[in-house]
């Protein structure tokens, strides 16, 4: 072997060890990657999985008919009006008589949620021939001992370092022994809005108004982005004009969230006094901050579809306006819909912007329509993420779960549009 041969064969040699080391680098990378993923997604799930599930409890509550329908009418609105409370508090004392002082009657009315006399109220009204005798009502845990029964309150601390106390314990003992303490599936999580109580607040209307926000982005991004990205890509002339448009529509895209938010609260509200925290205003922001990428996703779609088609069509006598509306949109549309996606998702996500226009405030009922007040999901997480209160902290952790299940959701369904409608050519 020659003294060059030798050299290249060295050379040769390097240069793959090279590439080896690389795709090393590259696997070590992408497995450091996903493992923070996992720890992260792992982490959330620990603590959200005890938001789908409540505590119960099994009350014995005596229901006078002199004090709930002294006429005997039996009508819902009479029972709705009738005060439940007193009756439950009277069933707690009765089922418990040895708290006989008053921090000892304080602690034991925590025992159930500050809402569970409502829930007796419904029952009441939903089947009046409960009236007049005493009934088993199975009402919602306070979110202390809910926590207790999760194993998320250490029985073993000292009472000072726990917020349930020891006569609490020995209720709850007292309770389980007697099978009136059970865990269901927390359905009020999923139908329910919020709520100051844990144990009370669900996701329903932080869904709903971030399903009508995004509706409200969608119906003015998507065709004011595609027919800008059809103007600027088929229409306009290739000069400074057309450049210093896609150099800003690219700065556009970069430009940090809650600087749309700002916008939003300078002009659509203080300029056009449009009501605040409503998915309206929320839609709208968010479609300015959508629109680049909508944009920039529908001119890349069109660059994608090949000089022939327009050139056949040209042949054919078609006009530029039909070349392009006919032949090159419908063949540019399924990478125009993955991007609009992918913009969706992105806004899905978004906080600050909401912040800036007042979708932070507490609102307790489902919206039911785009101008009523409303808040959004990634607004609802940062305000229970905020609150004191321990079971706050899963419930945070399950609707981080639920934001991340629709983001999810969305980009496979940009990745299937793509698969299912996309020519190869």
Same mark, same amino acid.
């Given at each position: 072997m020659t003294e060059s041969a030798i050299i290249l064969k060295s050379a040769g040699s390097?240069?793959?060890?090279?590439?080896?080391?690389?795709?090393?680098?590259?696997?070590?990378?992408?497995?450091? /990657?996903?493992?923070?993923?996992?720890?992260?997604?792992? /982490?959330?799930?620990?603590?959200?999985?005890?938001?789908?599930?409540?505590?119960?409890?099994?009350?014995?509550?005596n229901l006078p008919a002199e004090k709930l329908d002294p006429e005997g009418t039996r009508d819902p609105e009479v029972l709705r009006k009738a005060r439940y409370g007193k009756l439950l508090k009277s069933a707690l004392r009765d089922q418990f008589p040895d708290a006989k002082k008053r921090a000892d009657k304080k602690s034991l009315y925590k025992l159930v949620s500050s809402t569970a006399e409502y829930s007796i109220r419904d029952q009441v009204a939903a089947n009046p021939?409960?009236?007049?005798?005493?009934?088993?009502?199975?009402?919602?845990?306070? /979110?202390?001992?809910?926590?207790?029964?999760?194993?998320?309150?250490?029985?073993s601390l000292e009472e000072s370092q726990r917020r349930v106390n020891d006569k609490q314990i020995a209720w709850i003992e007292s309770l389980e022994a007697g099978g009136n303490i059970e865990s269901r599936f927390n359905t009020q999580f999923f139908t329910g809005g919020d709520s100051r109580e844990p144990e009370q607040a669900g996701i329903m209307g932080a869904v709903v108004g971030s399903a009508l926000t995004l509706l409200i982005c969608f119906l003015l991004a998507f065709p004011i982005g595609v027919l800008a990205a059809v103007y600027l890509e088929e229409f306009s002339a290739k000069g400074r004009i057309n450049r210093f448009i896609e150099v800003n529509i690219n700065n556009l895209a970069a430009v940090p969230s809650i600087v749309y938010g700002l916008l939003g609260l300078a002009i659509l509200l203080n300029v056009f006094n449009l009501p605040r925290s409503t998915p309206l205003v929320g839609g709208m922001v968010l479609a300015l901050m959508t629109l680049p990428t909508i944009i920039i996703a529908s001119r890349s779609s069109l660059r994608a579809v090949p000089p022939s088609i327009r050139e056949a069509a040209f042949g054919l006598g078609a006009s530029k306006v039909q070349t392009t509306f006919h032949h090159v949109v419908p063949l540019a549309m399924p990478g125009m819909l993955t991007g609009s996606i992918i913009g969706m998702a992105q806004a899905?996500?978004?906080?600050?912007?909401? @912040?800036?226009?007042?979708? !932070?405030?507490?609102?307790?009922?489902?919206?039911?329509?785009?101008?009523?007040?409303?808040?959004?999901?990634? !607004?609802?997480?940062? @305000?229970?993420?905020?609150?004191?209160?321990?079971?706050?902290?899963?419930k945070t952790s399950a609707?981080?779960?639920?934001?991340?299940?629709? @983001? !999810?959701?969305?980009?496979?369904?940009? !990745?299937? @549009?793509?698969?299912?409608?996309?020519?190869?050519?």
């Open positions: 390097k240069r793959h060890r090279a590439e080896a080391r690389f795709r090393a680098y590259g696997l070590i990378a992408i497995a450091i /990657s996903l493992s923070f993923l996992l720890v992260m997604i792992g /982490s959330i799930t620990m603590r959200g999985t005890g938001a789908f599930k409540q505590t119960f409890v099994q009350i014995e509550v021939s409960l009236v007049g005798g005493t009934h088993p009502f199975w009402v919602r845990a306070s /979110s202390d001992v809910d926590q207790y029964i999760k194993g998320a309150i250490d029985g899905l996500g978004e906080t600050a912007p909401l @912040l800036m226009i007042g979708m !932070v405030a507490f609102i307790v009922d489902v919206p039911g329509g785009v101008t009523e007040a409303a808040t959004a999901l990634p !607004v609802q997480i940062f @305000l229970w993420a905020d609150s004191p209160e321990r079971g706050f902290m899963e609707a981080i779960l639920v934001l991340l299940g629709f @983001l !999810v959701i969305m980009n496979l369904a940009a !990745v299937y @549009l793509r698969r299912r409608l996309e020519i190869r050519w």
